[in-house]
Structure formats: structure tokens, C-alpha cells
């Protein structure tokens, strides 16, 4: 049977500790690209993102106008205990599909795959209106198809093509060449450009 991905699902994992997707540190080819970035007033959203690494990472680099939002408390209250430097309101407790504002970059690491596929037209959609004009949403996607009924949910280059192509610019859909050992070959890096 299907669990349904909802608010209790998510804070389920996080209470006794099923993330096997954590990677325990920024991924490798996300620090890249924000380790290129000029601009620290950036505005950015980190959707799902759970422990959020990048989150605390960005903020340790000058990116002081960046933003967690997760539905699971558990994971809200985990990142704040970690990170006790990084105030409050950069955390948002809610479900990103109803969630408002304007970004200038939106960064995603595996909340893209812990959704039901159903929802991802949704999610190019809600990214799109979340980003301000030339904003961009940068990030991972798996470039396997799992064939899975439980996250991750992967996918092919072809399928995701098919959701953002009408409402970005492409600027980057390849081969991430600096994934984990175990993610090597199986990642997309992407950006897209509203």
C-alpha cells in the first residue's frame, strides 16, 4: 500500500531517524555552485530540505537572506538545535506547494524525488511563481528511473524536460560530475532559469 506523503509521514522519518537520503553534509556539487556566488543578498529558499546542510552553509558563507521551509517539525526543531546561530525566521514550518514570496534562487536537494510524482508538474508551476523574474532553481535530480511506490521517486532527463522546458531557460540539465561516491552517474545537476 502507498503511505500518503503528508505531515505526519515526514515527521515520522525524522523522529526515528529513516533518512537514509541524508547525505550528513552539503552535497558536493551544491557548495560548488554556491561557493561561486557573488551576491550575498541573494534571497533563497530551500524547500523540503530537511536537515538542510546548504541552509547552514549559506549562512556560515554571508547568504543571510536564506530560507528553510519543511513540513516536519522534527526536522524544523533538529536544524535549530544544530544551528543555534541562525534565527528562527529563516525556518518556515509548511508545505512548500502553498507557501508565497519571491526568490531569487531556489536551490533543490531531494525534495524533488520525495514527492508523489503526481505533483510534479505542481512543483515546476509553484517554482516558477516563487521566483522572481531571471530567478533560478538550481539543484539535483536523479537521472534513474526507481520504479519505486516509496521516496526517492526518480526519473529520466526526458520526463523532466517535459515539466520545466515551457517555463524556463535550460541553462544546465547534465551529468553532475561531482556527486557522492554512491550518487555517482545517477545525478542530474540543474539550472533553470525563469
Known amino acids: 500500500m502507498k503511505a500518503a506523503l503528508n505531515k505526519n509521514y515526514w ?15 552539503v552535497s558536493p556539487a551544491l557548495r560548488a555552485y554556491i561557493d561561486q556566488l557573488e ?8 524547500p523540503g530540505g530537511g536537515n538542510a546542510y546548504e541552509l547552514a552553509y549559506l549562512h556560515q558563507q554571508g ?6 521551509i519543511d513540513l516536519s517539525p522534527t526536522a524544523l526543531a533538529n536544524f535549530k538545535k544544530k544551528n543555534p546561530s ?5 525556518l518556515i514550518e509548511g508545505d512548500y506547494f502553498e507557501h508565497s514570496g519571491q526568490y531569487d534562487l531556489i536551490i533543490e536537494q531531494t525534495f524533488f524525488c520525495a514527492i508523489d510524482r503526481t ?30 511506490d516509496a521516496p526517492p521517486f526518480g526519473g529520466t532527463k526526458e ?3 517535459g515539466y520545466f522546458d515551457s ?11 561531482n556527486s ?15
Do not use: C
Not at 515527521?11 to 553534509?25: K, P, V
Not at 547568504?63 to 528553510?68: A, P, Q
Open 86 to 90: 541562525i534565527d528562527e525566521k529563516f
Open 63 to 68: 547568504f543571510t537572506n536564506s530560507y528553510l
Open 159 to 161: 520526463e523532466y524536460l
Open 180 to 194: 557522492i561516491k554512491p550518487r555517482a552517474g545517477r545525478e542530474l545537476f540543474i539550472i533553470l532559469k525563469k
Open 119 to 148: 505533483l510534479r508538474a505542481k512543483y515546476a508551476d509553484q517554482t516558477h511563481q516563487l521566483l522572481k523574474p531571471s530567478g533560478k532553481l538550481v539543484g539535483l535530480l536523479w537521472s534513474d528511473d526507481f520504479g519505486l
Open 167 to 177: 517555463l524556463y531557460t535550460i541553462q544546465t540539465m547534465s551529468k553532475s560530475h
Open 39 to 46: 551576491n550575498k543578498d541573494l534571497k533563497i529558499l530551500i
Open 11 to 25: 515527521d515520522s522519518r525524522y523522529q526515528d531517524g529513516s533518512t537514509g537520503w541524508d547525505l550528513g553534509g
